[in-house]
């Protein structure tokens, strides 16, 4: 079941011109990862640091499809899906909230299970699978 997470756009989310900077659509985006990983019982900080299994992200996409600015009030959905034993990917889709709600972005990240000792790929755990699975 994909996750939602909803916030208001800040200044300091902007640019010069006044819209959202374009590598801020990610940190929308990994802010929204956090908040699905907390909410299905993998809160980020044992994420990150329990065990030797880190999960970089290999790959990531963004379509712009229409400008934020600041006040917009946002959605992003977070839908996580298996590519291997050892990878998953993460479709997101920006919502301006409106009236009238319009996708305003759709990103894709890519992660890979990795070793932080061997430097090399692993399976996903069992509660990260688990949740990946769940979307």
């Known amino acids: 079941m994909p996750h939602t997470y909803q916030r208001t756009i800040r200044l300091a989310d ?17 802010e ?21 299994v880190i999960v970089p992200i290999a790959k990531s996409s963004v379509d712009y499809l229409r400008p934020l600015q600041c006040g917009d009030e946002v959605s992003v959905t977070v839908k996580p899906s298996l590519l291997s034993e050892t990878s998953f ?10 009236p009238p709600a319009k996708v305003a972005a ?17 399976a996903l755990s069992a ?8 979307g």
Do not use: M
């Open 14 to 30: 902007t640019d010069a011109a006044g819209i959202v900077f374009f590598a801020n659509y990610l940190v929308l985006c990994h």
């Open 32 to 52: 929204a990862y956090e908040s699905a990983l907390s909410a299905a019982g993998l809160p980020v900080q044992e994420f990150i640091t329990s065990g030797d």
């Open 89 to 98: 990917a993460i479709d997101y889709e920006v919502t301006r909230l409106g």
């Open 106 to 122: 759709r990103a894709r990240t890519e992660h890979v299970c990795t070793s932080r000792s061997k430097r090399e790929r692993v």
């Open 127 to 134: 509660k990260l699978a688990a949740w990946v699975n769940q």
